[in-house]
């Protein structure tokens, strides 16, 4: 198995050299990565403490970013240093003030986890949700760091619980420890002789979106599109999306809008996006002069404004639902009491199955049958606000990992 997933990993690699010769992000990715050993050693000041923490991608540094302040907080002798495998991710997060150090995760290999290693010299190292890379772990396991697996969702169709998932079970016995979102989660585990070492702490983006919540401020433009309208706000939208967005059009009365916020906002997207609802404005257009007031639909063509734009809505439609990827967070809504539309996809996320076995929120596989949930939602008010708020009590209900997370740090010592 280990061969095989060596020729994957060069595959994988090549394959990614090959397309950054006509793709931006995957050249993005080849490029990061190019002469890393130097550039780490030049940034990474000596005998510094340090706490490393890997996402995948954005999502992933959403979930960690709770952890990663409070870490700060409590552990102000650490720096830390966070990794990305994805270049959406990297780009994002590369100047937060969260963290010390932003690098892209060099390509994985027994040569390239000794060398990153024995650079950064973790005191721990903390994965988010997944990402789980062979030779790293064997590392981090061979020299004894602490190494935490935070906010955890696993299923029986994934290949650690299958015949052939010997490796993959090899890198799970590298953690020293699991916090996981659900009792499904550990119940899997279990079945592969992992017994100890786990907590169910939940998922660290309940704390975060909590917080964002809390801090929310206004946005001058969109109260002047709103003009006392209800909001329809649709986020992370991709094609598929947007398609079927447009069929459900129709089903929005006189006083209701559209706020749609795509994934991609590069111009060509954007204009796609702008072909589909002619009554629409762009957000970069709106001035004192030019507030909207007449539009149904405002598209929001920059990045970072999401989460705030919730506040200002009455239902949500979070996108990815129609595509392999799955669903991005609906938690952001939810937190707002806003009812939430998605599309099919969406088995892998533990809180979308949830909320939906609860009815607060609505998978739907088609225009039609988006249109007759939306219908409902619009027209029976009481309804809409009976969901609301269960949503959020079952917020309030779900806030606390990070603290659980916290204080197995400082019973285990981790840090000391």
């Not at 119940?187 to 983006?205: M, Q, V």
């Not at 060509?268 to 539009?295: C, M, P, W, Y």
């Not at 506040?311 to 809504?333: C, R, S, T, V």
């Amino acid at each position: 198995m280990l061969i095989l997933y060596n020729l994957f990993l060069f595959l994988y690699s090549l394959m990614a050299r090959i397309y950054g010769l006509f793709n931006g992000k995957a050249r993005k990715w080849v490029e990061g990565r190019k002469d890393w050993e130097n550039n780490f050693k030049n940034v990474l000041s000596r005998g510094e403490k340090r706490i490393w923490v890997h996402c995948s991608s954005m999502g992933e540094f959403e979930q960690a970013k709770p952890l990663i302040e409070e870490l700060r907080l409590q552990y102000p002798a650490y720096k830390i240093l966070v990794t990305f495998f994805s270049p959406s991710g990297y780009d994002a997060c590369k100047n937060t003030s969260l963290a010390d150090y932003v690098f892209y995760l060099p390509h994985d290999s027994k040569q390239n986890a000794q060398k990153f290693v024995a650079i950064v010299e973790p005191a721990m190292a903390v994965f988010v949700k997944y990402e789980f890379w062979y030779y790293y772990l064997a590392r981090l396991q061979a020299i004894g760091i602490p190494t935490l697996l935070v906010s955890g969702a696993f299923r029986r169709d994934q290949p650690f619980f299958k015949w052939y998932g010997g490796m993959f079970r090899d890198m799970l016995k590298c953690f020293s420890f699991f916090f996981l979102q659900d009792r499904a989660s550990e119940e899997a585990l279990n079945t592969i002789g992992l017994n100890s070492n786990i907590l169910i702490s939940g998922d660290t983006r309940y704390d975060r979106v909590s917080a964002i919540a809390e801090k929310v401020s206004g946005i001058q433009a969109v109260d002047d599109f709103r003009n006392g309208n209800k909001i329809l706000i649709a986020g992370s939208t991709w094609p598929g999306d947007e398609e079927v967005l447009k069929d459900c059009m129709v089903k929005l009365p006189g006083n209701w809008k559209l706020i749609i916020a795509p994934h991609e906002v590069d111009s060509a997207h954007v204009s796609k996006v702008q072909s589909l609802f002619k009554s629409s404005i762009l957000f970069s257009e709106l001035d004192a002069e030019n507030t909207g007031i007449d539009r149904k639909v405002l598209i929001i063509d920059n990045i970072g404004m999401l989460s705030r734009l919730f506040a200002y809505g009455d239902i949500a439609f979070i996108g990815g639902g129609f595509q392999k990827g799955g669903i991005h967070n609906i938690l952001e809504p939810a937190v707002f009491g806003l009812p939430v539309i998605f599309g099919p996809v969406y088995s892998k996320f533990v809180e979308a199955k949830e909320l939906a076995t609860l009815k607060y929120v609505f998978p739907v596989s088609s225009a039609n049958e988006c249109s007759g949930v939306l219908e409902k939602l619009i027209t029976d008010e009481e309804y809409r606000g009976s969901i609301s708020y269960a949503l959020k009590e079952f917020m309030k209900n779900h806030t606390g990992a990070t603290e659980t997370i916290l204080s197995e740090v400082k019973k285990h010592r981790w840090l000391e």
